[in-house]
């Protein structure tokens, strides 16, 4: 019995050991809720058959998420559809979509002889009744809504028709705007005569719309605000729509209910008229849909940036920053311009937003030594939902370090024959020195010509590199002193080694010697002569 109580109370330890080891991975919990609204709650379903409402999902203390859209409780003679049915909310913002239920309308129409008059009937049969639901991992909200589907006089419909039914916004977020909408109500309901002594009864529609459950920021006025039509007439509002700053800020798709309310009036029974036997109200929507887009800066720093050729990697940080609120989709990165042979990467093309806070990355760049040195522009782009934003910057390619210029021989004599003579320029890299250089001559008198061999090099190590400057004379060249520059360029800088160049006519290395021939032969001479005797005369004597 003790073994067994010591082999479980060695398991027990062994267990909890185990356990304490394991890594414990702390969850974290979404932030915030949202709140789930629809517009309208109730609505007509009449010959038409359809039933719209506008559905709005809010962000409450930052909730961000993907949200899925359903329908519980709806009878199976009925079907519906959500546009669309998943959603992206991001925090502290709000995201909409319309739901479309399709219901049969009855219809029926009876007279009654007795009386000579028709009595069409026009009523609410039944009420759908069911609940929209929005869920996302972890929470759950319901709201209900309903249908009234209208029993009665045959073919009695409002037609709707928006335009324009989508706004695209652009344009300064810090500024109200305006847009015009023109929405025409046609209303339709067959007229019944009963026999020639019974006036047909032509039902009269009340029209006043109205939009239903604005954001804020958002504002209608429609002129006329109410007006009344008959069957087979059109009635066109003027809306105005007003989005102010307040609005605007808010980055999303809008999918508004302007609702339509029409009043359909009874009329009094009698041997002579038809008529409805009492007063009904038709709610119906039609859905504008507001486009604005998001508005976001781009900014590049340092805005001109040292690139060095064949040297280390340089990084421009890029940020970009939103300025609406509800900007949830990915923010794409492109650079235009960068030089071929330049490596730029981002260190990530792709930015997710969080609220109004900056998002940062790197553009990083690396040139190799063989770039021509230089001021290259290039263009930042951030792109998100079909928009684009830019910001310019350069980018300064230069070597890094220095170089020295050494010369062999910094006189050059010629002679005006056409003889030739070369030197050597040495260049020695200083601080790991990496670019390359061009050489040129400038400043050559007429008659005389340079070459430069090899015209340019690349750095590409801290070896010294060798060129050879000839210089080559023409018969018709003139004599003289001259300044001769050579020109050494790296693209953004440029230096200049200075030689003397002597041109001379006949043997341009024998005419010193032969000056000094010259001299001593006059100075013997002289000697000569001071050593022959003053005063003594030598006679020759002839046979």
């Known amino acids: 019995m003790k073994a067994k109580t010591l082999s479980l109370t060695l398991l027990v330890l062994l267990t909890s050991s185990l356990l304490a080891a394991l890594p414990i991975n702390n969850v974290a919990s979404q932030q915030g809720d949202f709140l789930l609204t629809v517009s309208p709650s109730r609505v007509t379903v009449d010959q038409e058959g359809i039933a719209r409402y506008s559905i709005r999902v809010t962000s409450i203390n930052g909730y961000s998420g993907r949200i899925s859209l359903d329908v519980s409780g709806l009878e199976e003679t009925a079907t519906y559809s959500f546009q669309p049915a998943i959603i992206d909310l991001a925090a502290d913002a709000e995201a909409y979509s319309v739901l479309v239920v399709v219901a049969s309308s009855q219809s029926y129409y009876g007279t009654y002889p007795s009386t000579q008059y028709s009595y069409p009937y026009l009523s609410v049969a039944y009420t ?27 073919d009695t419909r409002l037609r709707l028709n928006l335009q324009p039914a989508t706004i695209l916004l652009s344009g300064n977020i810090s500024t109200a705007q305006v847009e015009n909408l023109i929405l025409d109500v046609t209303a339709q309901s067959i007229p019944v005569l009963t026999s020639p002594t019974v006036t047909s009864f032509v039902p009269s529609f009340d029209i006043t719309p109205e939009i239903l459950d604005p954001p804020g920021g958002v504002t209608i006025s429609f002129n006329p605000i109410t007006a009344q039509i008959e069957s087979k007439e059109t009635l066109t509002f003027n809306g105005t729509l007003l989005m102010t700053p307040e609005f605007l800020e808010k980055a999303g798709t809008y999918r508004l209910a302007i609702g339509v309310n029409a009043l359909v009036r009874g009329s009094t029974f009698g041997l002579t008229y038809s008529g409805f036997y009492r007063d009904i109200t038709i709610t119906k929507i039609v859905i504008v849909t507001i486009v604005v887009p998001p508005f976001f800066t781009v900014s590049a720093q340092p805005s001109i940036i040292d690139v060095f050729a064949g040297g280390q990697d340089q990084k421009m940080q890029i940020t970009v920053s939103a300025v609406s609120r509800g900007l949830s989709q990915p923010i794409t990165l492109t650079a235009e311009g960068i030089p ?89 890299p200083l601080d790991g020195f990496r670019s390359r250089i061009d050489f040129s001559v400038t400043e050559l008198p007429s008659g005389v010509r340079a070459t430069i061999s090899p015209s340019n090099v690349t750095i590409q190590s801290d070896a010294p590199v060798n060129v050879i400057l000839t210089l080559i004379s023409e018969q018709y060249a003139d004599p003289g002193t001259y300044n001769v520059a050579v020109i050494t360029s790296t693209g953004v800088a440029t230096r200049t080694v200075n030689l003397n160049l002597l041109l001379r006519t006949g043997a341009a290395e024998i005419w010193p010697v032969v000056v000094l021939i010259g001299v001593v032969i006059g100075i013997a001479s002289a000697i000569a002569f001071i050593a022959v005797p003053r005063g003594k005369h030598t006679h020759l004597i002839r046979d």
């Open 128 to 154: 759908l009744e069911f609940s929209i639901t929005a869920t996302a991992p972890g929470v759950s909200k319901s709201t209900p809504a309903r249908a009234d589907i209208l029993y009665g006089y045959r």
């Open 340 to 428: 071929q042979g330049v490596i730029a990467n981002f260190e990530s093309d792709t930015l997710i937003p969080v609220g109004r806070q900056p998002m940062t990355t790197n553009l990083v760049f690396n040139a190799p030594s063989t770039f021509i040195s230089g001021v290259f522009p290039i263009t930042i782009k951030a792109t998100t939902l079909g928009v684009t934003k830019m910001a310019n910057a350069s980018i300064y390619l230069r070597p890094q370090g220095d170089y020295a210029i050494e010369v062999s021989q910094k006189t050059i004599a010629l002679n005006t024959r056409g003889e030739s003579r070369s030197v050597t320029l040495t260049i020695t």
